[in-house]
């Protein structure tokens, strides 16, 4: 089949990854197509993507007559969209339109779609409603891949990190979403001895408040398994998410957790020999870090 993804957006974080790791999975047996924004990571495109992925650069005004223009010329089987200004902007013609919903639905971004994947039960709760084309739940997959660059050692002398250390990690974007604030005032009043707190992700540099002698704030690694493997404990403190994927990269890397719960992983997260605790609860979480810290619970082997 002849299958193009349209994902415009021009930020790179965890729908982009997802979008990226279903192109390479597809380009093995389909010819496969990408039209994204120019204005996005052209590096990490490049780096992650397969080279046999055909990609657009959609430049200028008129977005939606050039990606139409593009979809005529391409004649696919199939166009699937990614995130809403790209669902909202594509005239279905002959060819089948399915659209990954990464965030929350909206019936105005999917009228003429033919089918929608959703990671979780409350949106696909919300589209049932409204959606009359057909509904996939399908969970999301891990994107970090086990090709390791550098070693535990090497990274813990480049953050000045004492080599016996216990190490909690989080990764995502530094946004209100990802809860970030929570974990760094949690991890920063219990002044704990010999642990570190590493938070990983987009615009860390404005965060640079974010000041401990045992808190490292560092930007997007594009060897993320790296420090995956460094970390002792994941922290998820999300306040909402579409699924989450950096948590199933966690258990991918066989991390004990402590998480949040929220519609992105209430559906699943029971089935997994993790910690919970209540959303925005800093007290919850504080509990939470000083029995890992006491504890110091060894590697898990999740069922994935």
């Known amino acids: 089949m002849k299958i193009l993804h349209v994902l415009i957006s021009k930020g790179f974080a965890g729908s982009e990854l997802y979008a990226i790791n279903l192109l ?6 389909h010819q496969t197509f990408l039209i994204k924004n120019p204005d996005s990571d052209s590096k990490k495109y490049k780096k992650f993507l397969n080279s046999n992925v055909i990609t657009y650069d959609l430049k200028g005004f008129f977005k939606k007559i050039k990606i139409n223009r593009i979809i005529g010329t391409i004649k696919p089987d199939i166009v699937h969209t990614h995130l809403g200004n ?6 279905k013609k002959n060819f089948k339109l399915v659209s990954t919903v990464h965030m929350n639905f909206q019936e105005s971004h999917y009228l003429n779609h033919d089918g929608l994947i959703i990671p979780n039960k409350t949106q696909i709760k919300k589209a049932s409603k409204l959606f009359k084309g057909k509904i996939k739940n399908l969970y999301y997959w891990p994107c970090a891949k086990n090709n390791f660059f550098k070693t535990n050692k090497e990274i813990k002398k480049e953050l ?3 080599e016996k250390s216990y190490i909690f990690g989080s990764v995502g974007r530094f946004h209100k979403q990802k809860g970030f604030d929570i974990i760094y005032e949690s991890f920063k009043s219990l002044k704990l001895e010999n642990s570190y707190l590493i938070l990983i992700g987009n615009s860390h540099n404005e965060y640079k408040h974010y000041k401990s002698k045992n808190i490292i704030t560092l930007g997007h690694k594009d060897n ?5 493997k460094l970390f002792d404990c994941y922290i998820s403190a999300s306040r909402w998410e579409t699924f989450g994927i950096a948590m199933v990269e966690a258990m991918t890397f066989s991390l004990p957790i402590i998480t949040s719960v929220h519609e992105g992983n209430k ?5 997994y020999n993790v910690e919970t605790f209540k959303n925005e609860n800093l007290d919850d979480l504080k509990n939470k870090i000083i029995k890992a810290d006491e504890n110091r619970p060894e590697k898990i082997n999740y069922n994935l």
Request: aromatic letters at 12%.
């Open 86 to 91: 790209a669902s909202k902007i594509i005239t």
């Open 24 to 29: 390479n999975h597809q380009s093995q047996n």
């Open 160 to 162: 000045s990190i004492p």
């Open 224 to 228: 993320i398994q790296d420090y995956y």
């Open 267 to 271: 559906d699943w997260i029971s089935n």
